[in-house]
């Protein structure tokens, strides 16, 4: 697709306000120069979300995001740049400018011209599906009589039908547009020396939204079963269409999500719709392909947990065993409920109602991983057992976090009847560490990093804590280090007024250790009793150095964003952040003159 232009963005930066976007997903009050509100990403009683409006910048001392009006909407809504970009243009009646003057995609297609045939090919299956024919009649009972659906949900999902005869369709699609975009759209293809027709002939069709609630793609569930035909088929990816990042329902589920709720993965869009019918808003469904690490990633920017609906049987099992590890790796709480024998997400709320949802046998992951691979260990030799057992941990060791892994132990150990410490030697490479080992950092060791050194200087160091929460701005912060993460917390916490002791023991167990088996390994002065700076002048220029090279980690980072970008506004910035390298903030702590800063 082609890109839009640099100007065209930053015309759009200016007219999509961040204040009134983030208002839509929380409200917001003033505060000094800033505006503060609740995180919109993590269920909170203290605010720790950030607005500076003059900057038109975020940030969220809870959850570490952080960034601009896109990025909130990138986040928020589970898009790409591109599409957050679009999505504030059409939402603030922006014109984009693209680069050749338009959006064309490799194939010339161009994209407005992709959605415009989507839009116009759902008309004619709508159409048909509601037309005084036979086959029209014949799709609407199947609708009815055999899917259990009424035809007000079939207007309400725009349920359209391909007849098989589609020459009619193709025409009328032919009127408006080149046959190369029918076939660039993934509607129409012609197979020499065979007439054009559509992909969807003979079929029910489902209409596939993005994330701004556009059809991008179709569905199609057949009608009358034909020997070696799937029954559904779904468009090929197109240039508005990437399967393995589009998840069928999440436009409207992730509106149904409440705060302590989880999405519902069903097998296909007809599950989807019966869930959504029977009263379960959350659910959503793969696009003809396996779950992705991407899907999962768009998951856990809404919500944290993901249940699951699995057949009970043989494929029910290979398709949790694909997803476990990575709903572990994106950080989702991961529920599995295993459905009769025979029986799908539609035929079985369609008789049972969604109150039967709580009726399925549940499995989390450390039930689950146990029941697969050490199921009827007295029936297994000693060599199976311990396949076993590196299966499960090989499991485990997927999760994303040290507390996460601990808890996936110790739930095994119980279920299996295994002692921890078995577990955990098993568990433990000779490479790998104790957990808590690490930050206990003797002093005279290697040296800190920026973000261990200020950490320890935080706790340490009363008197500096406002100083240098002034002076770290939040996109310094990253979420990727532990350290990090904690001075994230830590400096919002003071921001917010909370007090220091309160602070800190809000953080985890591990966090707060890590806080203070770092500063008791910094070879640092504690101040006196009156709060006075009586830190030594070693320990000051140290801090600075610190905050000078959290501050060169921070533009190297966004050098390396930029590298490979050729456009005249990357190579201005790049410009820009290499001066700013070269010629760093002055920083300075309480008891230094402003004006001598080292």
Not at 17 to 42: H, I, K, M, Q, T
Not at 46 to 61: D, K, L, N, V
Not at 106 to 126: C, P, V, W
Not at 464 to 475: G, H, Y
């Amino acid at each position: 697709m082609g890109r839009v232009r640099d100007s065209s963005i930053e015309a759009l930066r200016e007219r999509a306000d961040l204040c009134d976007v983030a208002s839509s997903y929380v409200s917001l009050r003033r505060s000094g120069a800033y505006l503060r509100g609740l995180s919109p990403f993590n269920a909170e009683k203290t605010p720790s979300f950030f607005i500076h409006p003059e900057r038109r910048y975020f940030h969220c001392y809870s959850s570490g995001h952080a960034g601009d009006v896109f990025t909130l909407v990138q986040l928020k809504e589970g898009m790409t740049f591109r599409e957050a970009v679009e999505f504030l243009a059409e939402k603030y009646h922006f014109p984009l400018e693209y680069e050749s003057g338009h959006d064309a995609g490799e194939d010339g297609i161009s994209k407005t011209t992709l959605l415009a045939i989507q839009n116009h090919a759902d008309r004619l299956f709508r159409e048909n599906f509601f037309a005084p024919t036979a086959e029209g009649h014949a799709a609407r009972r199947y609708w009815t009589e055999k899917r259990h659906f009424s035809l007000e949900a079939a207007e309400r999902y725009a349920i359209g039908l391909a007849p098989m005869n589609s020459s009619g369709l193709c025409q009328n699609l032919l009127r408006h547009y080149p046959e190369e975009a029918l076939a660039a759209a993934g509607i129409c293809h012609r197979s020499p020396p065979h007439a054009l027709h559509c992909r969807f002939r003979g079929r029910l069709t489902i209409p596939i939204r993005d994330a701004s609630d556009r059809i991008v793609a179709f569905s199609g569930r057949i009608l009358q079963p034909i020997a070696d035909v799937a029954k559904y088929i779904n468009s090929p990816e197109t240039g508005i269409f990437r399967k393995g990042s589009l998840l069928f329902g999440l436009h409207r589920a992730r509106k149904e999500l409440g705060e302590d709720g989880a999405f519902l993965l069903t097998e296909g869009p007809l599950d989807c719709l019966r869930c959504w019918e029977c009263g379960l808003g959350t659910a959503i469904a793969a696009q003809g392909t396996a779950i992705t690490a991407q899907h999962l990633a768009i998951l856990r920017r809404h919500g944290q947990r993901l249940d699951c609906l699995l057949d009970g049987d043989r494929a029910g099992d290979r398709a949790a065993l694909h997803l476990v590890p990575l709903a572990l790796r994106a950080g989702l709480e991961l529920r599995l409920l295993r459905l009769p024998a025979g029986q799908d997400p539609d035929l079985f709320f369609e008789r049972e109602g969604k109150d039967a949802l709580g009726t399925l046998p549940v499995q989390g992951v450390a039930e689950f991983l146990v029941a697969t691979h050490l199921a009827s260990p007295a029936r297994r030799s000693a060599e199976r057992k311990r396949e076993g057992l590196r299966r499960v941990l090989e499991g485990v060791a997927a999760a994303d976090s040290p507390a996460l892994e601990r808890e996936l132990l110790h739930q095994i150990s119980l279920l299996a009847a295994i002692p921890l410490d078995v577990l955990l030697r098993e568990y433990r490479s000779p490479e790998r560490e104790p957990e808590k080992a690490a930050p206990a950092v003797p002093a005279g060791t290697a040296p800190f990093c920026a973000a261990d050194g200020l950490l320890a200087f935080y706790v340490l160091h009363p008197h500096w804590r406002q100083s240098l929460a002034e002076q770290i701005p939040p996109e310094w912060l990253g979420v990727e280090s532990r350290s990090e993460r904690i001075l994230n917390h830590l400096i919002g916490e003071l921001q917010n007024g909370v007090p220091w002791d309160r602070a800190l023991a809000e953080l985890e167990e591990e966090d707060r250790f890590h806080a203070l088996a770092l500063s008791a390994a910094m070879p640092a002065a504690a101040p006196g009793d009156d709060g006075a700076a009586v830190a030594s002048i070693d320990a000051a220029g140290q801090a600075v150095e610190f905050l000078r090279s959290l501050h060169g980690n921070f533009v190297r980072r966004e050098l390396d964003g930029l590298r490979g970008q050729l456009d005249n506004d990357a190579i201005r910035q790049r410009k820009k952040l290499r001066e700013e390298l070269r010629s760093p903030p002055n920083f300075y702590l309480p008891g230094e003159r402003e004006d001598s800063a080292v």
